[in-house]
């Protein structure tokens, strides 16, 4: 395994572009994979796609504290609902904005042997499933962002 660089938002536009659908379940698919776990738990992050690491590949890691979820291919199939929440991306360290997403999602996608797999996320999972899949398509909660709140102070843990 190894920790891969994390590409910021302004210095490559490869943060930009659409990734690539995964064809090959692989040995090379699953060194991706390891290394983005590994690079996740090395930034302190809850998530990372894999554009953010230099690969226009559609796959993503996610551990909200209940263990590695990998997803290849993925898509939301049905969402409900609404929910305002903070975010960050470490693409764009030190800054932190609100973004209204979806309240929960369901998602279809494939694991690394290429098994189709569904899951359903809500509160901060589903954040971080749109989030995600947001990087697949090149777009950055920045471009979604109702208020930048790096400046402001929590208020709700006492
Ligand atoms: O580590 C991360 N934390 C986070 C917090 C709130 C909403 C989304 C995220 S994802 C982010 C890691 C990242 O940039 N993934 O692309
Ligand atoms: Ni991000």
């Known amino acids: 395994m190894a920790i891969r660089k994390i590409v910021e938002m302004g210095k490559d536009d490869i943060l930009r572009k659409h990734s690539r659908r995964v064809t090959k379940f692989d040995r090379r698919l699953a060194v991706l994979l390891d290394d983005m776990a590994e690079t996740m738990y090395e930034a302190d992050g809850v998530g990372l796609a894999a554009p953010q690491v230099g690969t226009l590949k559609r796959v993503v890691v996610i551990d909200v504290g209940e263990g590695i979820i990998e997803l290849v291919n993925?898509?939301?199939?049905?969402?409900?609902?609404?929910?305002?929440?903070?975010?960050?991306?470490?693409s764009v360290p030190g800054r932190r904005g609100t973004v209204k997403r979806p309240e929960k999602v369901r998602v279809r996608a494939q694991d690394r042997k290429g098994n189709p797999i569904e899951l359903e996320g809500e509160g901060l999972l589903a954040v971080c499933l749109c989030h995600e899949l947001d990087h697949l398509d090149g777009i950055l909660y920045v471009d979604k962002m109702i208020?930048?709140?790096?400046?402001?102070?929590?208020?709700?843990?006492e």
């Open 147 to 157: 208020e930048d709140v790096t400046d402001k102070v929590e208020e709700e843990n």
């Open 74 to 90: 993925p898509e939301i199939v049905s969402q409900e609902g609404e929910a305002i929440s903070t975010e960050g991306c470490l």
